[in-house]
C-alpha cells in the first residue's frame, strides 16, 4: 500500500511544481543568455544541504535544482528536488496540516500515508513505510507556516529509489533526510521543541503473520475473533507503547480494524477524538506511570466487501474491551 490521500495530493502537487520548475529553467536560460547557473546549495526552505539532497538520488549527479512553495501562502507547501535533467524529481517534501482529533491511526495515514507495513520512527512522532515517511511538527510551528491544522513534514520518494535501495536502506535515508529537514526548519521557524534526529537504524517494514486467538497483537488472553478466523492478518509493531499498533487484516492488506496505544505527547495530544473521549471506543490510561491512549478505529475500507473475514471479528466494543484489558495487564495500567 503506502498510497491513498497524502499519494493523491502528493501526484497533484508533483504535476503542478514539475511544470513550473520547467518554465522557470527556461525563462532563466533565456534570460541569461544560456549562461550555466550558480550550483544550488541548499534546498527546501534552507533545510537541507547538496550532500542531504544526494542522500535520496538513485544515481550521482552533478547538480541538484528545488522548487518550492513559500511556506506561509498555501495550506500545504511543496519542495521537489530534481538531478541534472530537471525532468523528474528524485523525491519531494510537503508541509501540511492534519486535522486535530482524528485519531491515531488515521493521523498517521495522513502524515505518512495508508499502509499496513508502516512503523514508527525511533524516539519522535513519526512514521515510515515503503516510500513514505513523515513527522508532526510541534504545534507551535502552525503560525510559522500560516495554517491552523496541525502542522507536519512528510518525504516521499520516486523515480526507483525503492529498487535501488536494498534491505531497508530506504527508510534509513528517508529518515535521515526527514530529520534534517525537520531539525533545520523548526528551527528556522522558532518552534524547535522536539529534538528531531536519526536514529540507528531505521525500524524494519512491518510483516503479516496469523491471528493467534490466544494472544493476538502479541496480548496474552486477547482474542478478537469469534471463529479460527482464516485468512485474517495481524501487522504489530515491535517495542515498547510510545507508538504501539496492531492492524487487524483481510489477507491482501485489506484493512479490518486497527488497534492504536500511544504514549507520545505529541501523538496524543493532535490525535485524541474530543467526540470519544473517555468513552466509546477510546481510553486514556496510565501504565508504568505514563498517560496512555488506546483507541480502536476502522479503516475506511469497506469491510462488507471483505465478506467471511469481516464476520469473523467480535463486535467493535468486545474488542475493544478485551483489547484495554489484555493491555492493562501486560503494561500494568490504571
Keep these: 500500500m503506502g498510497n491513498g490521500i497524502s499519494s493523491r495530493r502528493s501526484r497533484i502537487i508533483i504535476a ?5 520548475v520547467l518554465v ?29 539532497v544526494a542522500l535520496l538520488s538513485p544515481k550521482s549527479h552533478k547538480r541538484y535544482e528545488s522548487k518550492e512553495d513559500d511556506l506561509k501562502e498555501r495550506p500545504s507547501a511543496a519542495c521537489l528536488v530534481y538531478g541534472d535533467d530537471l525532468k523528474y524529481p528524485e523525491f519531494h517534501l510537503t508541509v501540511q496540516g492534519v486535522d486535530e482529533g482524528m485519531g491515531v491511526w488515521r493521523t ?26 513523515g513527522v508532526l511538527l510541534p504545534a507551535s510551528c502552525a503560525r510559522g507556516v500560516g495554517f491552523k491544522r496541525w502542522p507536519y513534514l512528510q518525504i516521499h520518494t520516486v523515480d526507483g529509489q525503492e529498487k535501488t535501495w536494498k534491505d531497508e536502506l530506504l527508510q534509513k ?40 486467538q490466544t494472544k493476538a497483537c502479541g496480548l496474552p ?19 515498547d507503547l510510545r507508538l504501539w499498533s496492531c492492524a487487524i487484516s483481510a489477507k491482501g492488506e ?4 486497527n488497534l492504536t ?35 480502536l478505529t476502522t479503516p475506511f475500507t469497506d469491510t462488507a466487501k471483505n465478506g467471511a473475514a469481516a464476520k469473523a471479528l467480535r463486535p467493535d466494543a468486545e474488542i475493544f474491551a478485551g483489547f484495554r484489558e489484555a493491555l492493562s495487564r501486560q503494561a500494568h495500567c490504571q
Excluded at 266 to 277: D, E, G, Y
Design 221 to 239: 488472553g486477547f482474542g478478537p475473533l469469534t471463529s479460527d478466523g482464516f485468512g485474517i492478518e495481524e501487522y504489530v509493531t515491535p517495542g
Design 16 to 20: 503542478a511544481l514539475a511544470g513550473a
Design 108 to 133: 498517521a495515514d495522513e502524515v505518512a500515508a495508508e499502509s499496513l507495513v508502516r512503523a514508527p520512527i525511533d524516539g519522535v512522532p513519526g512514521w515510515g513505510n515503503r516510500s513514505y515517511a
Design 173 to 212: 535515508r528517508m529518515t535521515e533526510v526527514l530529520m534534517t529537514s525537520a531539525a533545520n526548519l523548526t528551527r528556522r521557524l522558532g518552534c524547535a521543541e522536539i529534538p528531531y534526529s536519526a536514529p540507528d537504524w531505521s525500524p524494519g517494514l512491518l510483516t503479516a503473520r496469523p491471528v493467534d
Design 254 to 257: 485489506q484493512g479490518l480494524r
Design 24 to 52: 522557470a529553467a527556461g525563462v532563466f536560460a533565456f534570460t541569461r543568455g544560456g549562461e550555466e547557473p550558480a550550483l544550488q546549495t541548499s534546498f527546501c526552505w534552507e533545510s537541507l544541504t547538496k550532500d542531504d
Design 261 to 295: 496505544a500511544t504514549q507520545d505527547a505529541t501523538v496524543i495530544a493532535a490525535s485524541r477524538s474530543t467526540a470519544v473521549a473517555g468513552g466509546g471506543n477510546e481510553a486514556l490510561l496510565t501504565c508504568a506511570g505514563k498517560p496512555t491512549l488506546l483507541q
